[in-house]
């Protein structure tokens, strides 16, 4: 066979054993509240710069300053960590966060978001526990 033949046909031959090789899923590791060390988790208030740009040498055609915070509270009489997020630009705040975490494993006890784009304005609320959300 002329080498310019045998090269695909090798590569034909590859990719349909490749094809009907049965493909094996990674084992799942679950994630215990132990594995996050949640101990260590320390109330902390956050700033930084945001911006983007096109290709090289375009420069900055967006900047967004992104603040944070996080914090211990008492949610509907349990313990909960509490992580508030502002995205602001130069035409006012354009997206907040607040989600509420439980103290003791971290799981997302409720969640509400808005963000602000073209003048409208998109809010989303969720509490996985009762299997509620509202967009």
């Keep these: 066979m002329r080498p310019t033949v045998a090269r695909p046909i090798l590569y034909l031959a590859l990719a349909l054993s490749a094809a009907l090789s049965p493909a094996t899923a990674a084992e799942p590791y679950r994630v215990t509240p132990s594995d996050l060390h949640l ?56 997206h907040t966060a607040r989600t509420v975490h439980a103290a003791s494993d971290a799981a997302t006890l409720s969640q509400k978001s808005t963000w602000v784009r073209s003048g409208k304005r998109m809010s989303s609320s969720v509490v996985p526990a009762e299997g509620r959300g509202i967009a």
């Design 39 to 94: 101990e260590q988790l320390r109330p902390a208030r956050l700033s930084y710069l945001v911006y983007m740009h096109g290709g090289p040498g375009t420069g900055v055609r967006r900047a967004v300053l992104s603040s944070f915070e996080v914090a211990q509270e008492t949610v509907d009489g349990r313990p909960a960590w509490v992580i508030t997020h502002h995205w602001v630009d130069a035409d006012g705040t354009m």
